[in-house]
């Protein structure tokens, strides 16, 4: 399977160039050959494919044979992820990456256990581009900053927000979608569990609490699970 | 968050006993105390509830104050996994057991890379009743021993065969399920895919090839997409 590599722009003309660490990861550790087909994103949606035409110390050509551009769909899928334990953290990023999320808000939860670093939205942000590389994605999500439960009601006032909980009464397949939403919030909470207070604040906003089946999921596992119900409900999967 | 734990039988009295590895387990392994709540399942769907009353050295004792059962739903939902890489299958079969996966049948496909041990069935099953452990699931997913195609072909001939590949033009969301089905078969390719042979071969028996979304997903992550999506369509989620 080819490769996919993001730069900061993609070439109008026919030859796309790659460098710095892209280029590095490229030459020194996949040590791609001329002639081998990649992919190049801008991570905005736009991309091209075509073969390697030359390869120098610091950088490589691709001679562009194929161009595309995924577009921005509505409405936007937004996770909002309380964040869990970190050792789970990738695993949850990979799996609502390529689930389709389109942007990504961590979520300090009353339960949730670690504390946001300076340095872990960056990490998330890395997690989230090599998810993207693996499964072929141009348009890399955003992974916003953390907020708190406050940032987070003032925040999904603006779409319609769905918060999954084991002990709602509704299951997701009941619920009926508005039409025309510019954007879905899927409120996810840790491993511990959203609590009765937060469930609470969510329903003073008219946020929809649903479940997914009786199983009980992990809160890193859950997040991919409600982007695929939600995929299909809205008839993009 | 109460620890379940299974056993052959489910008392008919108003004592449950645990004994064996999951006594030890519990005694050994958590050190649960007399007046912690417990689960205890047959595995069947078949489940009590109460706290330990008794702890001796190699058993302990529940008195049962709930009890319940989790009856088997129709249709029948099916995973035919081609095994892929091993180390991707503890994520496999814990997210397919988490979905809801009633039967997971193991399929020994062109492009899987890991061979079928003689152990690999015990294996599988013992994550799989992990996995139920974790998220509180009575009902433990059945494990089938590997099948090559032909017999993967004889077997989803008695159901309705949902074949995921990303090359479909049709999506998921787009079918339409018969009603009273006995049993629905979701087949996922390994991590190389499914070969244009298998897919010529499951036309033979009118699978329906379909593809879930724009990313490539895992082979791991692959069935739980589609569980959950399947579980949203049918309205069990």
Request: overall charge neutral; proline content about 3%; aromatic content about 6%.
């Amino acid at each position: 399977m080819s490769n996919l590599f993001f730069v900061d722009k993609i070439s109008t003309e026919n030859i796309q160039s790659i460098e710095n660490e892209e280029a590095h990861h490229a030459i020194k550790v996949l040590r791609l050959s001329v002639g081998e087909l990649v992919y190049v994103s801008d991570g905005h949606g736009k991309w091209i494919s075509g073969p390697i035409s030359e390869i120098s110390k610091k950088s490589l050509a691709i001679r562009i044979e194929n161009t595309g551009e995924t577009h921005a769909e509505k409405p936007e899928l937004v996770v909002v992820q309380a964040f869990t334990k970190s050792d789970r953290n990738k695993e949850m990023l990979e799996l609502v990456t390529v689930s389709g999320a389109d942007r990504i808000i961590p979520w300090s939860s009353q339960r949730s256990i670690s504390k946001w670093q300076s340095d872990s939205r960056e990490k998330w942000m890395i997690t989230v581009k090599e998810a993207c590389k693996q499964s072929k994605r141009f348009r890399v999500p955003i992974v916003n900053n953390q907020m708190s439960t406050n940032e987070i009601l003032n925040e999904v006032k603006t779409g319609f927000a769905i918060v999954f909980h084991e002990s709602a009464k509704e299951k997701f397949s009941e619920i009926s979608l508005p039409a025309n939403l510019d954007r879905i919030y899927l409120i996810v909470g840790p491993e511990g569990g959203i609590t009765e207070e937060e469930l609470q604040l969510f329903s003073t906003i008219n946020a929809t609490v649903v479940r997914l089946g009786a199983p009980i999921l992990r809160s890193a596992h859950a997040g991919f699970a409600a982007m695929s119900a939600l995929q299909t409900k809205i008839g993009r999967w």
